[in-house]
T-cell receptor, first 112, second 111 residues
Framework: GQQLNQSPQSMFIQEGEDVSMNCTSS?????WLWYKQDPGEGPVLLIA?????ELTSNGRLTAQFGITRKDSFLNISASIPSDVGIYFC????????????FGAGTILRVKS | DAGITQSPRHKVTETGTPVTLRCHQT?????MYWYRQDPGHGLRLIHY???????DKGEVSDGYSVSRSKTEDFLLTLESATSSQTSVYFC??????????FGQGTRLTVV
């Protein structure tokens, strides 16, 4: 089946730093999605990408749909304490019946 | 917030008993999904539905069955619960346009 490799697995942030994470696959996807999950909650959609090369922003978050359609990245600029949580990438492809496949997540923690 | 309600939110059950989790939506979306979330594995698809009475297996479907008799409800049944099915279960919905929205989750403990 399709697999998404998400990296890094975890990282520490200091307030004000920029953060980057990415997701790669051996399969082609038609849609890339980025979610954030807070403890005890369901994942919340941050950004949706529909076209190869697309660059989309949502406040301090920017995500891109890779040209090859096999990867995507998420940047968070000027991080703040409430950015901590787990970030998931997800991909969807019509030829796989619109199943949404997830990466294992990137855990963002605050550097003390 | 998308209109998705999962019930129950928490459940403790004994090994070998059947358990049914419910996902209810008020968005009239065609697609509904059941995922389980375990540390180190992210979200893994159990089953999904692409319409009333139309369902298909995901990557971790063994030991689970689903039913969708109407658009708004998608039921997940653990036929005979095992300790390996202790997990957090999430329902998600989508209109097929790409975006999927999640419920709050059900924490299931099998003892």
């Amino acid at each position: 089946g399709q697999q998404l490799n998400q990296s890094p697995q975890s990282m520490f942030i200091q307030e004000g730093e920029d953060v980057s994470m990415n997701c790669t696959s051996s399969s082609i996807f038609n849609t890339w999605l980025w979610y954030k999950q807070d403890p005890g909650e369901g994942p919340v959609l941050l950004i949706a990408l529909y076209k190869a090369g697309e660059l989309t922003s949502n406040g301090r978050l920017t995500a891109q749909f890779g040209i090859t359609r096999k990867d995507s990245f998420l940047n968070i600029s000027a991080s703040i304490p409430s950015d901590v949580g787990i970030y998931f990438c997800a991909g969807q492809a019509w030829e796989y019946g619109n199943k949404l496949v997830f990466g294992a997540g990137t855990i963002l923690r605050v550097k003390s | 917030d998308a209109g998705i309600t999962q019930s129950p939110r928490h459940k403790v059950t004994e090994t070998g008993t059947p358990v049914t989790l419910r996902c209810h939506q008020t968005e009239n979306h065609r697609y509904m999904y059941w995922y389980r979330q375990d540390p180190g594995h992210g979200l893994r698809l159990i089953h999904y539905s692409y319409g009333v009475k139309d369902t298909d297996k995901g990557e971790v479907s063994d030991g689970y069955s689903v039913s969708r008799s109407k658009t708004e409800d998608f039921l997940l049944t653990l036929e005979s619960a095992t300790s390996s099915q202790t997990s957090v279960y999430f329902c998600a919905i989508s209109d097929g346009g790409g975006k999927a929205f999640f419920g709050q989750g059900t924490r299931l403990t099998v003892v």
